[in-house]
């Protein structure tokens, strides 16, 4: 039986391709004006992110340096003179990025329609940031439980030990627990291996879910799925 329900944030509950996109255009037009490459941009910075975070988060260097390493990145194939001060440079795509934070439309009616249920978010983000994001979005009277690699000993979806360390964290088995997510890897088959129920979040409706597991294309649908 599901006691509890946590949920990925990143592209669950907020969105955070729209926040990302728009903050590192407008940064890009204000650091190279007239970019004939202007419109690559969001994929290009998405397609950094994985790789980069992956460096964070297997302990090869602290999260500044990979924000640093990224955004050099994206100078090196943009072909664009590197800013004298990375840091200052990121500073002014992450103050674009918090002013972009908002949840989907879906998002806050669903979690809030799940009375009696532990609830908590299981995010790779930094403990930080995601408890920042959780609190813009108005949901941190609801998902008081924000869980990061960084309060999960160093473990980030999907290693086993985030679901199960997420998992205690509510009191509950991983047994007990689903696992609500747009990630098919670290959201639906990776907490499988534990026992932990989940649920694929399709947004963009692409794909069959992997077999076996559920899948649905709004958070609405959720309290439907549960009962
Ligand atoms: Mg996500």
Not at 1 to 24: C, E, N, Q, Y
Not at 180 to 206: E, F, H, I, Q, Y
Request: with cysteine; hydrophobic share 45%.
């Amino acid at each position: 039986m599901i006691k509890g329900v946590l949920f990925d944030l990143d592209g669950t509950l907020l969105d955070h391709r729209a926040a990302a996109d728009a903050a590192i255009t407008a940064w890009l037009s204000a650091h190279c004006p007239g970019h004939p490459r202007l419109a690559e941009v969001p994929g290009l910075w998405e397609g950094l992110e994985g790789p980069y975070l992956a460096m964070w988060q297997a302990g090869e260097c602290s999260v500044d340096e990979q924000r640093r390493r990224r955004l050099r990145a994206l100078c090196r194939e943009l072909l664009v003179e590197e800013p004298a001060d990375l840091d200052a440079a990121y500073a002014g795509f992450a103050e674009r990025y918090r002013r972009g934070w908002a949840a989907y439309p879906d998002a806050c009616e669903a979690v809030e329609a799940l009375p009696g249920l532990a609830l908590g978010v299981l995010t790779n983000g930094t403990q930080r940031m995601q408890e920042a994001k959780v609190r813009a979005i108005g949901l941190d009277g609801t998902l008081r439980t924000v869980l990061t690699g960084e309060v999960l000993g160093g473990h980030f979806k999907p290693s086993p030990a985030a679901y199960t360390g997420a998992a205690a964290a509510l009191g509950l088995a991983p047994e007990e627990v689903l696992l609500v997510g747009d990630d098919v890897a670290k959201d639906v088959t990776g907490p499988a291996a534990t026992g932990m129920r989940s649920v694929w979040l399709d947004r963009l409706g692409l794909e069959p879910a992997p077999p076996g597991f559920p899948r649905i294309t709004t958070l609405t649908d959720l309290p439907r799925l549960l009962s």
